[in-house]
């Protein structure tokens, strides 16, 4: 079968072209940066088709031949006006469908109990629900309550808050109640619907079988861990201040923290089981779900995909052909020669950053993360990569995202900070006949007299650390054992 999956670099949507992939389906993926499935998944049966939801314009012909079509696309990191981005996405996907033969779509939304009092991120997956379903193409919403596996929001944020904290000060969104529900089985509802027999559009609601509210889960998971946790209750923290709080201690930056926990103040149970009976899934209880999830961060296995390294993660809506013209663009270029060969040379570079730090000052560092953090930014907590022996576009590191890359010889960071502008940090290597070449570029590029003066302030800063770090790389190349 010919599958489109709208979606495909998120956390649902990356495991889910895998295990498609791994079923020998065509796949055909839409992304804003290509290069970013084709290295994480090569496969022949794969086909990346550049284009935006948000520009209609570069949407044509992705429906040829499609039999089904994913739509797992959401714009939880936006900065403003996301619910309108949504719908715009959500308008420009349909009409293209209209216009071919696909026989089926099936979009991921949210779980939210029926109210009034719905955030706006649920809101917004709730109106999306509705412009994919106003064709006269069949289309299956699945909504989904917390999803728990390893590299997801929801399992992230507990996580850190049990692991790091013998004692939280817990808001009133962790009463609410929701029905947690292991990412396997959600992949196995999202497949099976390819085959289920429906004659129109329905809704269906998927969660496991344990109905818990968010502090019973990181108690169990507490347990489950074999530490005691003492958690206060109090009404007083907004979800503004709890998303800045998440940030201090989780992986979830401001922007994020803030429209989850929004969310997590409706309840995410079950309330209509109208086709369920046509899947075969049986839900693993809350408790096996969070064994299997730690089981595998105990053996060290990489998530296969992690929320952060979506794309549209970004806080910057991380964008590759980004097309701005700067007005102002600053460098601080540095080069060293080494009697090595490229890869060898190149060899600190893979391992830069995350646990191993960035080869000197670590400390102002971590103090430039902890501003960021302060700040509603994404700071030093995203850590290590998956991959640690290459880098791969699109992924996460510390506050970058690596936006492109070539094995062994090349890799540019654009950053994720909050900047008065763009700053990117790049490596090259290439060899010469003593050996090879090392260089070093820090750039930054602005449209505004703060971005000037950002920059000119911090340069004497910026001297010192630049040629200490591309020093400690010389040191490391020469002693890989330091």
């Not at 990191?77 to 719908?87: G, H, I, L, P, V």
């Not at 980004?322 to 893979?350: C, E, G, L």
Request: proline share 4%.
């Amino acid at each position: 079968m010919k599958i489109l999956i709208c979606g495909a670099t998120g956390y649902v949507g990356s495991r889910l072209t895998k295990k498609l992939l791994d079923e020998g389906h065509q796949i055909r993926c839409l992304a804003r940066n290509p290069d970013s499935l084709n290295e994480r998944f090569n496969s022949q049966k794969l086909e990346v088709i550049h284009g935006n939801l948000l520009n209609q314009e570069t949407l044509h012909h992705i429906f040829d031949d499609i039999e089904v079509a994913y739509y797992l696309v959401h714009s939880l990191t936006a900065k403003d006006n996301f619910q309108d981005k949504e719908a715009l996405c959500a308008k420009n996907f349909i009409n293209e469908a209209k216009k071919s033969d696909v026989k089926r779509i099936i979009y991921l939304g949210g779980l939210g109990t029926n109210s009034e009092d719905l955030s706006p991120h649920l809101e917004s997956r709730k109106e999306v629900g509705q412009i994919l379903k106003s064709s006269q193409i069949p289309c299956i919403e699945i909504q989904a309550s917390i999803i728990i596996g390893s590299g997801s929001l929801s399992f992230e944020i507990m996580k850190h808050l049990v692991e790091r904290l013998p004692l939280m000060i817990t808001p009133k969104w962790v009463s609410s109640m929701a029905q947690p529900i292991w990412i396997d089985d959600v992949l196995r509802y999202l497949t099976e619907s390819i085959l289920i027999k429906l004659s129109g559009s329905c809704v269906i609601q998927i969660g496991g079988p344990d109905q818990i509210t968010y502090k019973e889960l990181m108690s169990i998971y507490a347990k489950i861990l074999g530490k005691k946790r003492l958690m206060i209750s109090v009404p007083v923290l907004t979800p503004n201040l709890s998303s800045k709080w998440l940030g201090l201690v989780t992986p979830v930056y401001a922007r994020v923290g803030k429209k989850l926990i929004e969310s997590l103040k409706s309840d995410s149970i079950i309330e209509n089981n109208d086709h369920i009976n046509q899947f075969s899934v049986t839900p693993i209880g809350i408790r096996e779900s969070l064994i299997k999830t730690t089981s595998d961060l105990n053996q060290n296995v990489q998530p296969e995909s992690r929320w952060y390294d979506s794309i549209s993660s970004g806080i910057s809506e991380f964008n590759l052909n980004d097309q701005t013209k700067y007005k102002h663009k600053y460098k601080d270029v540095r080069k060293i020669a080494v009697p090595v060969d490229p890869i060898t040379a190149f060899n600190p570079i893979n391992q830069i950053g995350g646990k191993n730090g960035w080869y000197f000052a670590n400390l102002l560092w971590n103090i430039r993360g902890w501003i960021d953090l302060i700040v509603g930014g994404v700071g030093l907590r995203r850590r290590n990569r998956r991959n640690l022996e290459k880098f791969i576009v699109g992924d996460t590191l510390d506050w970058w995202r690596i936006s492109e890359s070539k094995e062994n010889q090349y890799v540019r960071l654009e950053a994720e900070m909050k900047l008065p502008g763009k700053a990117w940090l790049e490596f090259r290597v290439w060899s010469d006949s003593k050996g090879s070449i090392l260089q070093q570029t820090a750039g930054f590029d602005t449209n505004s007299i703060f971005g000037q003066i950002y920059w000119v302030g911090l340069l004497p800063l910026h001297k010192v650390i630049f040629q200490g770090m591309i020093n400690q790389i010389a040191k490391k190349i020469y002693n890989p054992n330091l």
